[in-house]
């Protein structure tokens, strides 16, 4: 099915804005309904969430996800929580409803550590790199762990940096990282928008949000990371219809999963993934070939 056949954008305010080499887009591609809907990071300062390995031996691709609130949780695919056995890196976007417990598929980004730090997981104020990202979702589920680790052993690599415990969590930012991030959110920032289509000379991808809030939080956190592989000038002239017509002629297929949620997957056109709460789009990151 071609869920976004219908799609339309208002360009008459849109912006373009480069910077470090990337071109950022934001949009707004729907008005949402509220869900009560919570990220992780803002439940956890409330102290209404929990995330723990699932048992004392741990097992490197599940942890465990407790919602004491009385919200639905969303946990972003990329989001890196730190603490217990080994830092790790959510899979898959996924919601969990009020007080549900769930085992979550996650990726170890620490492969040097099985050991206990703590007992819970904390939140970390960066995200998997979209060219990572990108890189576990066009291999087999088997190879995703090798992906990523040979992804950030990469990134030390062409930095000429080391981490003990090869923790992507580790690398250190260039000096004047906060300066340029911090004018790029001003740029991309606003209640209007919930989404924002990326390019640069590695990489194209639309992702999109339950709201402006989450939108916001949630690409703050990608920035960095977003930077950390993006050296080379970027000399590619933005074609948003291009894109947008990608986004509308893509395919769509039913995930096969019990859950809370809908999810879909998409090939065409490019790699796609889009989970959806009531009938509404809830997390959407779509990769252009």
């Known amino acids: 099915m071609r869920i976004f056949e219908n799609l339309i954008i208002d360009k008459t305010n849109l912006k373009v804005i480069n910077s470090e080499n990337c071109t950022f887009v934001p949009l707004q591609l729907n008005d949402y309904r509220n869900l009560n809907l919570e990220t992780f990071g803002s439940l956890l300062k409330k102290k209404q969430v929990e995330a723990t ?42 919601i969990l409803k009020s007080k549900e417990t769930r085992n979550v598929d996650v990726l170890c980004v620490e492969k040097g550590r099985w050991s206990f730090r703590n007992h819970e997981f904390s939140q970390h104020n960066s995200k ?36 003990n415990t090869s923790d992507f969590c580790e690398f250190k930012e260039e000096e004047n990282s906060e300066l340029v991030i911090g004018k790029i959110k001003s740029k991309i920032f606003n209640d ?77 056109h490019g790699k796609g993934r889009l989970i959806l709460l009531n009938n509404q789009i809830i997390h959407l990151i779509f990769f252009f070939h």
């Open 192 to 268: 209007r928008y919930n989404g924002v289509l990326v390019t640069n000379n590695k990489i194209s991808f639309i992702e999109t949000f339950y709201n402006s809030k989450i939108y916001e939080e949630q690409i703050a956190k990608s920035i960095s990371t977003l930077l950390i592989k993006n050296k080379y000038e970027n000399n590619r002239q933005i074609e948003l219809d291009k894109y947008l017509f990608r986004l509308k002629d893509s395919i769509w297929f039913k995930e096969n999963q019990n859950s809370l949620e809908t999810s879909y997957l998409s090939n065409n």
């Open 53 to 94: 390995e699932i048992d004392e031996n741990g097992v490197v691709n599940k942890i465990k996800v407790k919602n004491y609130s009385s919200d639905f949780l969303i946990l972003h695919d990329g989001e890196i929580i730190v603490g217990a056995k080994q830092n790790r890196t959510i899979d898959k976007s996924v």
């Open 128 to 163: 998997l790199s979209p060219e990572i990202r990108f890189s576990k979702e066009i291999v087999k589920n088997y190879n995703k762990q090798n992906t990523v680790w040979n992804e950030i052993d990469k990134i030390y690599t062409e930095n000429n940096q080391y981490s």
